[in-house]
């Protein structure tokens, strides 16, 4: 079946430190991957996304490729905020779904950011 | 971007019960999920809600233990049964938007089963 491994959390980085969060894969032919973020006492909000192989999706400074050769996805923010503190989510949709239904999403990563 | 509505946001509850979660959105949606967010845990699907037939369930997850409606395209709810402690979860609500691309959430219901 389908997985998503994410590296585990906490992360605490000072601001204006570079982030990378790993996220990779197991899933049959091409998914569509997706970044979710958890602001503390909120719900999940897409931060970005990617469709198809070496698609790179962007968002508020975050980035991500679509890494089919190895099967990863991993976040990245060249300076992070306080304001970035929150969980990340990774997450696949199946082949074939074309849309981002069904989700499979990895355990979350925590991040903290400290002045 | 579709917002969706959860009621309760939380709940305390006592084993044997059933509590319903009410799902709304505000357009109308073709496909609405519901996923479980274990403590310290990641989201797991429970089932795709369809309009107007019974919902389809993924593996572990069974209608008896969380019926499911959705009579329009605006809402749903989902049923935790005859609940027991191992139930204390988040529950969250999903429904497609984007032209399908991109998945929206509620801010779930924080359900605790003594």
């Known amino acids: 079946g389908n997985s998503v491994t994410q590296m585990e959390g906490p992360v605490t980085l000072s601001e204006e430190a570079f982030l990378t969060i790993n996220c990779t894969y197991t899933a049959t032919g091409y998914p569509s991957l997706f970044w979710y973020v958890q602001y503390p006492g909120e719900g999940l909000q897409l931060l970005l996304k990617a469709t198809k192989a070496d698609d790179k999706g962007s968002n508020k400074g975050f980035e991500a490729t679509y890494r089919k050769e190895t099967t990863s996805f991993h976040l990245e923010k060249g300076s992070v905020q306080v304001s970035d503190s929150a969980v990340y989510f990774c997450a696949l949709s199946p082949v074939g779904t074309g849309t981002a239904s069904k989700l499979t999403f990895g355990t979350g990563t925590r991040l903290q950011v400290t002045l | 971007s579709a917002v969706i509505s959860q009621k309760p946001s939380r709940d305390i509850c006592q084993r044997g019960t059933s509590l319903t979660i009410q799902c709304q959105v505000d357009s109308q949606v073709t496909m609405m999920f519901w996923y479980r967010q274990q403590p310290g845990q990641s989201l797991t699907l429970i089932a795709t809600?369809?309009?107007?037939?019974?919902?389809?369930?993924e593996s572990g997850f069974v209608i008896d233990k969380f019926p499911i409606s959705r009579p329009n395209l605006t809402f749903s709810t989902l049923t935790v049964s005859n609940m027991s402690p191992e139930d204390s979860s988040i529950y969250l609500c999903?429904?497609?938007?984007?032209?399908?691309?991109?998945?929206?959430f509620g801010q779930g219901t924080r359900l605790t089963v003594v």
């Open positions: 999903s429904a497609l938007g984007g032209g399908g691309t991109e998945a929206f």
């Open positions: 809600a369809n309009q107007g037939s019974e919902a389809t369930y």
